[in-house]
C-alpha cells in the first residue's frame, strides 16, 4: 500500500478541477484495502474510492480524507462451455476500462464493443452502470467480488444482487462496497448491436461492421467527434442523465414539439427516456452555450466543458442554470450523471 499526501485533484480527475485531496492510498490487494481502512478508521477519516476520475467534480476546497485507488491489473480469460461459446473475463478493478475492451475484441469476443473508448477504469464501471450505444455493462456483468467494509469480508456480488438501473447501481447507493475485480460473460459468437443511429449511418456509408474490434473502432470514431480530446479539455463526459418521464408527459410535450425523439424504458415500456441532448439542441439552442471558462461542448449539447483555470463553482453555478431553462421550456427535472466529491 503506498500513501501519498496533499495530492491535486485536478490530476486524478479528467475534468482537472478541484483542490488537494489530504492522502491518496494505492491498493494492489485485498491486504491493502485492509491497511488502508485501518490508517483510515485511526484516524477517524472520510474515504473515497476514485478510479479514472472521468465521472466526478471535486470540491475547489479539495477532500480533507483518503482517496483509495484500485492498482490490482490482471485479467484472466475462460471458457465456460463445452462448445466453448463463451469465455469469462475475470478483470482487476484497476484496469483502464478502454484497455479491457481491446482486450476482449483483439480475442474475437462479443459483448463489450459498443462500449470502446468510454474513459475510467473497470472497477468504477459497475458504479455508474456505463452504457452506450445500445449497450450496458449490466448487460454481460455476471459477478462482482467486492471488499464489504460494513464486514470487512470479501464478498461475491452476482448481477442480480448489483441492483443494475440506468447509470446506477447498489455501489452507487451503498459506498461501503470496494470493488476488487469484475467478471464479465462474453460470447465468441458473433452478436453485433449496431442498431444505433451513428453506427447505422457508418454501415450505410460501406463501413463495414462484421467483427467486434470493427464495431469498437467504429463507436471510437463516432466519439472522437461528438467528445472533447480529455488529454486537452477538461470534462466528464455526458453531465446530466438522459430523462425519463411518463407516456402521458411525453405526448404533452410531443404536442409542443412535435419532432422530439423519445423511447419506450427496457425496464417499463409505460416510460419514456427522452435523449437530452436534442432538447439542449433543438428546444434551448444551448449547444456550445458558453459562459466564463465553462460552456456546453460545441459538438454534443450534454456534454459540459472546463476549460483551464475554470472552478468547480464555476461548473455547478452554469450546469444550475442548464437545469433551471431545461425545468422551465419542459417542465423535466433533469438529474446530473457526475458526482461530487
Not at 460494513?150 to 440506468?166: N, S
Not at 469498437?216 to 470514431?221: I, N, S, Y
Not at 410535450?253 to 425523439?261: I, R, S
Request: overall charge negative.
Amino acid at each position: 500500500m503506498k500513501i501519498v499526501e496533499h495530492v491535486s485533484l485536478t490530476s486524478l480527475t479528467t475534468f482537472k478541477v478541484g483542490g488537494d485531496a489530504r492522502y491518496v492510498l494505492a491498493c494492489e490487494s485485498v491486504e491493502d484495502i485492509q491497511g488502508a481502512l485501518a490508517f483510515i478508521r485511526e484516524r477517524s477519516l472520510s474515504w473515497y474510492v476514485l478510479g479514472g476520475g472521468s465521472n466526478v467534480l471535486a470540491s475547489d476546497s479539495g477532500y480533507e480524507g483518503v482517496i483509495l485507488q484500485l492498482k490490482n491489473t490482471e485479467v484472466t480469460f475462460s471458457s465456460t462451455d463445452t462448445a466453448r461459446e463463451s469465455c469469462v473475463v475475470v478483470v482487476g478493478a484497476g484496469v483502464s476500462w478502454d484497455a479491457l475492451v481491446s482486450k476482449t475484441v483483439a480475442e474475437g469476443l462479443w459483448g463489450l464493443e459498443n462500449l470502446a473508448g468510454i474513459p475510467g477504469s473497470v472497477g468504477a464501471a459497475p458504479v455508474q452502470n456505463i452504457g452506450a450505444y445500445g449497450a450496458d455493462v449490466s448487460d454481460t456483468l455476471l459477478y462482482v467480488d467486492a471488499f464489504d467494509t460494513k464486514t470487512d469480508a470479501l464478498v461475491r456480488l452476482t448481477k442480480d444482487e448489483c441492483v443494475f438501473g440506468y447509470r446506477n447501481s447498489l455501489f452507487k447507493e451503498d459506498p461501503a462496497y470496494i470493488i476488487v475485480r469484475v467478471a464479465f460473460q462474453l460470447s465468441k459468437i458473433p452478436t453485433p448491436r449496431i442498431q444505433y443511429a451513428d453506427l447505422l449511418a457508418l454501415r450505410e456509408q460501406g463501413r463495414v461492421l462484421d467483427t467486434s474490434l470493427q464495431i469498437a473502432e467504429a463507436v471510437r470514431e463516432v466519439r472522437s467527434k461528438k467528445f472533447p480530446d480529455l488529454h486537452i479539455t477538461g470534462t466528464a463526459g455526458s453531465f446530466f442523465k438522459n430523462p425519463t418521464i411518463s407516456s402521458e408527459a411525453f405526448s404533452l410535450l410531443k404536442a409542443q414539439y412535435p419532432e422530439l425523439p423519445g423511447f419506450p424504458s427496457s425496464e417499463d415500456a409505460s416510460v419514456i427516456k427522452i435523449p437530452l441532448g436534442w432538447i439542449l439542441d433543438h428546444v434551448l439552442n444551448l449547444r456550445g452555450y458558453t459562459k466564463g471558462q465553462v460552456r456546453l461542448f460545441e459538438k454534443q449539447a450534454l456534454v459540459l466543458v472546463a476549460e483551464h483555470g475554470a472552478t468547480t463553482e464555476e461548473i455547478n453555478a452554469f450546469a444550475k442554470e442548464v437545469e433551471t431553462k431545461v425545468f422551465s421550456a419542459t417542465g423535466i427535472k433533469i438529474e446530473r450523471e457526475v458526482r461530487m466529491l
